[in-house]
């Protein structure tokens, strides 16, 4: 059985203050570790003061992006050692913002996996299909397209290592959720295929979180679909009292 992951990406927000009081707030929230497995995503600036205040604690450390060099003249960059220096097990890439605001493509895509996986970071691995592609019926066709690029190369070991996260762009960061149903349909999708190209034991122990504007609200009737094994949480994992909610939904 797949363990759940609750994973809180919080972009850019919170200062280095911010960062340190949270987690402080999130560790003490439990007196013994919860169910679920917890990440949360603080900005660079913040992942080394975050990781002595979750030293030892249930809380994982993820980064937001890498660079897929491990080192060079990439101003403004940071690589997959410097990240796991800094405390970090996971780290997010291919994010629909990274896609979208940034013009990241499949293949660039597919180097930041392979670079995340060198520096034994766990990456968790974002796929989803805009609104557009979703109304014209083409969510298969567009996640079977970023699964099939951003994984080349990956073995079916790697495939053990790494998280993906489905997330429909038209619900991040807009208040719209997509059903269970349909959140049920696109994940099971994902295993079926990951099922096809890497077997079905590597598809059985897969986490498939679902990213788009999760709150304590919806997560319950998210995480009863079968094959949704968590959730990528954005805005309502800035405040603590909202995650911790979702994490004990």
Same mark, same amino acid.
């Given at each position: 059985?797949?363990?759940?992951?609750?994973? &809180?990406?919080?972009?850019?927000?919170?200062?280095?203050?911010?960062?340190?009081?949270?987690?402080? %707030?999130? %560790?003490?929230? @439990?007196?013994?570790?919860? !169910?679920?497995?917890?990440i949360i995503?603080?900005?660079?600036?913040?992942?080394?003061?975050?990781?002595?205040?979750?030293?030892?604690s249930? #809380?994982q450390?993820?980064?937001?992006?890498?660079?897929? +060099?491990?080192?060079?003249? @990439?101003?403004?960059e940071? =690589?997959?050692?410097?990240?796991? !220096?800094?405390?970090?097990?996971?780290?997010?890439?291919?994010? =629909?913002? %990274?896609?979208?605001?940034?013009? !990241?493509?499949?293949?660039?895509?597919?180097?930041?996996?392979?670079?995340?996986?060198?520096?034994?970071?766990?990456? #968790?691995?974002?796929?989803?299909?805009?609104?557009?592609?979703?109304?014209?019926?083409?969510?298969?066709?567009?996640?079977?397209?970023?699964?099939?690029?951003?994984?080349?190369?990956?073995?079916?070991?790697?495939? &053990?290592?790494?998280?993906?996260? @489905? !997330?429909?762009?038209?619900?991040?960061?807009? $208040?719209?959720?997509?059903?269970?149903?349909?959140? $049920?349909?696109?994940?099971?999708?994902?295993?079926?295929?990951?099922?096809?190209?890497?077997?079905?034991?590597? +598809?059985?122990?897969?986490? #498939?979180?679902?990213? $788009? =504007?999760?709150?304590?609200?919806?997560?319950?009737?998210?995480?009863?679909?079968?094959?949704?094994?968590?959730?990528?949480?954005?805005?309502?994992?800035?405040?603590?009292?909202?995650?911790?909610?979702?994490?004990? =939904?």
């Amino acid at each position: 059985m797949v363990r759940p992951i609750i994973a &809180g990406n919080w972009k850019m927000n919170k200062t280095v203050a911010e960062s340190v009081d949270f987690a402080k %707030r999130l %560790r003490s929230a @439990y007196p013994a570790p919860p !169910e679920r497995e917890v990440i949360i995503a603080p900005p660079f600036t913040a992942l080394s003061a975050a990781a002595e205040v979750t030293r030892g604690s249930f #809380i994982q450390l993820a980064a937001q992006n890498l660079h897929e +060099a491990e080192k060079g003249a @990439y101003t403004g960059e940071i =690589s997959g050692a410097m990240l796991r !220096e800094a405390g970090c097990a996971y780290v997010i890439v291919g994010h =629909s913002e %990274r896609r979208t605001l940034f013009g !990241e493509g499949d293949d660039r895509i597919n180097r930041k996996l392979l670079s995340a996986l060198r520096a034994s970071l766990k990456p #968790i691995f974002c796929v989803g299909e805009s609104l557009v592609e979703r109304e014209a019926g083409n969510m298969e066709t567009v996640v079977e397209h970023q699964l099939k690029e951003g994984l080349n190369n990956l073995t079916a070991d790697d495939i &053990g290592l790494i998280v993906i996260a @489905y !997330e429909p762009v038209w619900a991040i960061g807009t $208040g719209k959720t997509a059903s269970p149903d349909q959140a $049920g349909q696109a994940h099971r999708f994902i295993r079926e295929w990951i099922a096809r190209r890497y077997g079905p034991e590597r +598809a059985a122990g897969l986490a #498939i979180l679902y990213g $788009g =504007s999760v709150t304590p609200k919806n997560i319950a009737d998210l995480l009863a679909q079968p094959d949704i094994n968590g959730a990528l949480v954005g805005g309502a994992s800035l405040e603590v009292d909202s995650f911790v909610r979702i994490i004990g =939904s």
